[in-house]
């Protein structure tokens, strides 16, 4: 058999012209293994799994805090749904671009005018489309958050694009492991190294540097903090996902034997890049991002926005005082259940959080021994509403939270009164504030600066009780008694005798609340 070559005739021009066409079919190629890519069963299976995961925290929490969501807390949230997603996008273009030599067809493709440098580009575009969607998909789960009346903060550009860079490194390290490790099984032996690598990095001393190494550094679950406290280093992230999928997809084509300067060129800025984000994030905590942080939490006033509402103020950090409104409803209602002095006294609720360590840590802050200033933390809506609403009616009662900590008298089963009285549900609420769930029994309650209150069988029994009364009847007795049962000298069973309901049997062991 032979083979007629037939050379085109040469025009002006002509060196762009075949570019333009080089370009054209490398385009057209990634068009086509990307249609391809989308019947391919892993793929599939995983991209609904992520939309399903995305559409139920979409549509399927829309109460509690999640009606409150603090939004640079929400973008790196989205960063860790499609991780399973991008490794079946690898396995799926490592084996496409193992296609052809699986059905021996690499000597028909030596044939062609695209070179197999250029088909490696073509396998590594082929990812692009992917990424745009889930790109597309992070932009609905930010938005759906940020357009929630309650939403609080500023979301980060580079926080937002880790996911999409995330499947398309996937794409690019499938490429280039066909080239380099041309054998069906090497996805998996590659992500088993990668799982003991990453797990033996872990044990060491200092893992900071070793964590932003993967792709998605979700570090969430924490206490959410002002944004400009965080100290995540998002954006050399960003550069250095960037950097390592394009010096990726330069390796796969130069391995596939592509050696033009513009390649060279580019994978020595794609390795500049990725070293530099390497650099910028793996630096930790600066002295002086640490001493911003002890700064706000041990002077908040410093850096907070005050506003007067119906008499108390109201003091959050900027990114918070939309929340201000919400508070001051709670105060409003609790303060309104109160008899004396305490029905009209000025509070300060204060916004408060913990010196930062660990954005995976809950906070639990220092009781406050300051008179009338009651602790609200950072989050808002579900279970955050009945402790803030603790708080104020402990300060109420006992005069500043330090002096509640230690109530072994009648002043718990007011405090839960003024809590709860207005609560549409009042036990069922009263059950979610105890640590065990139960309503019955010594148990500690909940509240809004972390810690607990601690509310004996005894005072448990009367303020159950109170919550079976009619609330006008009850509430006419609190006020008409405040003195006594705000009293450290009145007793559990002298406070049911005076508000009328059944007094408890047995002595009122405090010590087992």
């Not at 402990?394 to 109530?407: I, T, W």
Request: aromatic share 6%; with cysteine; charged share 20%.
């Amino acid at each position: 058999m032979t083979t007629a070559l037939v050379k085109e005739p040469e025009t002006a021009g002509g060196e762009p012209r075949e570019r333009d066409t080089a370009s054209a079919s490398v385009f057209a190629l990634a068009v086509f293994e990307a249609r391809q890519l989308l019947l391919q069963i892993p793929l599939l299976v995983f991209g609904l799994l992520y939309l399903a995961y995305v559409g139920y925290g979409l549509f399927g929490q829309d109460e509690g805090m999640d009606a409150y969501p603090v939004l640079h807390d929400v973008d790196r949230s989205t960063q860790g749904g499609p991780e399973l997603f991008a490794v079946a996008l690898l396995v799926c273009v490592h084996r496409a671009a193992l296609l052809a030599r699986r059905r021996g067809l690499e000597e028909q493709f030596g044939v062609l005018a695209m070179s197999p440098a250029r088909r490696s580009l073509a396998h590594a575009l082929s990812a692009v489309p992917f990424a745009v969607g889930v790109a597309l998909v992070v932009d609905v789960q930010f938005a759906r958050a940020a357009l929630r009346p309650g939403a609080v903060g500023h979301g980060s550009v580079f926080e937002l694009a880790v996911a999409p860079l995330t499947v398309l490194l996937a794409g690019a390290i499938g490429v280039l492991l066909a080239r380099v490790l041309p054998h069906p099984a090497a996805p998996l032996l590659f992500l088993l190294a990668i799982g003991l690598v990453a797990s033996l990095l872990s044990r060491g001393s200092g893992t900071h540097g070793v964590d932003w190494l993967w792709p998605a550094v979700l570090q969430n679950g924490g206490t959410p903090v002002p944004d400009e406290l965080l100290g995540r280093p998002a954006g050399w992230h960003a550069l250095y996902l960037l950097g390592l999928t394009a010096l990726a997809v330069c390796a796969a084509m130069l391995v596939a034997g592509g050696r033009s300067r513009l390649l060279k060129a580019a994978a020595a800025v794609a390795l500049a890049a990725a070293v530099a984000g390497v650099a910028g994030q793996t630096a930790g905590d600066s002295t002086g991002l640490q001493a911003e942080r002890k700064a706000e939490a041990d002077h908040p006033a410093k850096f907070q926005t005050c506003v007067e509402r119906a008499g108390s103020r109201y003091c959050a950090y900027p990114d918070w005082k939309g929340w201000t409104v919400d508070w001051a409803g709670v105060v409003r209602r609790v303060r309104s259940e109160a008899g004396g002095e305490q029905a009209t006294t000025h509070l300060t609720v204060r916004q408060r959080i913990q010196e930062i360590t660990d954005l995976t840590t809950d906070a639990t802050l220092p009781t406050s021994s300051t008179p009338g200033t009651v602790t609200v933390g950072t989050q808002w809506g579900g279970n955050r509403v009945p402790e803030f609403a603790v708080g104020v009616a402990r300060v109420l009662v006992a005069g500043n939270e330090q002096a509640s900590v230690e109530m072994c008298d009648a002043r718990p089963v007011t405090t839960m009164w003024l809590a709860l009285a207005t609560d549409p549900t009042p036990e069922d609420t009263f059950r979610h504030l105890r640590i065990d769930d139960s309503l019955a029994g010594s148990a500690a309650v909940l509240t809004p600066d972390g810690g607990t209150m601690s509310v004996s069988a005894q005072q448990t029994e009367v303020v159950r009780e109170l919550f079976r009364e009619p609330h006008d009847t009850v509430a006419a007795r609190v006020k008409s008694h405040w003195q006594q049962l705000t009293s450290p000298h009145t007793t559990t069973t002298e406070a049911a005798r005076l508000l009328g309901v059944r007094v408890p049997k047995g002595p009122d062991d405090c010590r087992e609340g």
